[in-house]
């Protein structure tokens, strides 16, 4: 962990895996409590995960779109160049904005056979495997970031046919920029078309990756507080 640079006098790893951890600690111990401070926050996440699941649906019907314009161009004699490249990018963006709303319903595949030996065990076992998935998706949730500040900073780009305005660059780049740097951005910014840089079709990754980790601590303290698990799957005959 030599490269996990201090945030606010701690090492990031203390603030990504320590304090979620903590906080597990304190919902074991203190229910009551936890369960009443956490609840307001448990329901706005909830409408987090929900418009994540919103956010995957519209890139999935955008996969449907470009396949339909592939088509047409294809019957037109048109040409599309880049149609495969936004595909691709738009099925990475659905399967990772997806992760966190599909925990919530119970749709990753969850092997149940031992916890159907009793509540005791079915409590701790699927307390560890919550916790050990819990770390897990916030290292990949970190790499992920940090993939994002290297493709930036080698300035990546694809290899492919697909552009975009560069404008919409710009407004990307305003999240990660200074406010009183905005003036500036802008007005180095044209307003032609260049080739990809690899960090825009990565960022549905970093933020998806990045909400199934939230979503798994989530739920684990949800787990602790109320000694049951609130992911429920729905039965399929």
């Known amino acids: 962990m030599r490269d996990w640079q201090d945030y606010l006098g701690l090492p990031l790893w203390v603030w990504l895996f320590v304090m979620p951890a903590a906080l597990a600690a304190l919902c074991l111990f203190r229910r009551d409590q936890m369960g009443r401070l956490l609840r307001p926050v448990w329901r706005l996440l909830d409408r987090v ?4 699941g919103v956010v995957a649906a519209c890139f999935m019907v955008m996969i449907l779109l470009l396949i339909v314009a592939q088509m047409i161009a294809r019957w037109s004699g048109w040409v599309f160049p880049g149609s495969t490249e936004y595909a691709g990018y738009a099925m990475a963006a659905t399967s990772f904005f997806a992760l966190a709303h599909a925990l919530t319903r119970g749709a990753h595949i969850r092997v149940s056979i031992l916890l159907n030996i009793n509540s005791f065990v079915k409590f701790w076992l699927d307390g560890a495997a919550m ?18 500040f290297m493709s930036e900073m080698l300035n990546d780009r694809t290899q492919g046919q697909d552009f975009v305005p560069e404008v919409v660059l710009t407004f990307f780049q305003m999240f990660a920029t200074a406010p009183w740097n ?8 044209g307003f032609g078309w260049v080739y990809t840089p690899v960090w825009l079709p990565q960022l ?3 933020i998806g990756s990045a909400l199934l ?16 698990t ?7 005959e």
């Open 49 to 52: 995960y929900l418009a994540s």
């Open 131 to 148: 916790l050990i998935a819990a770390i897990t998706a916030t290292y990949f949730a970190r790499y992920a970031i940090k993939t994002n």
């Open 182 to 189: 905005w003036g500036d951005l802008w007005a180095n910014s």
């Open 204 to 206: 549905p990754m970093s």
């Open 213 to 228: 980790a939230i979503a798994v601590w989530d739920y684990l303290t949800r787990l602790l507080v109320d000694r049951e």
């Open 230 to 236: 609130s992911i429920i799957g729905e039965g399929v």
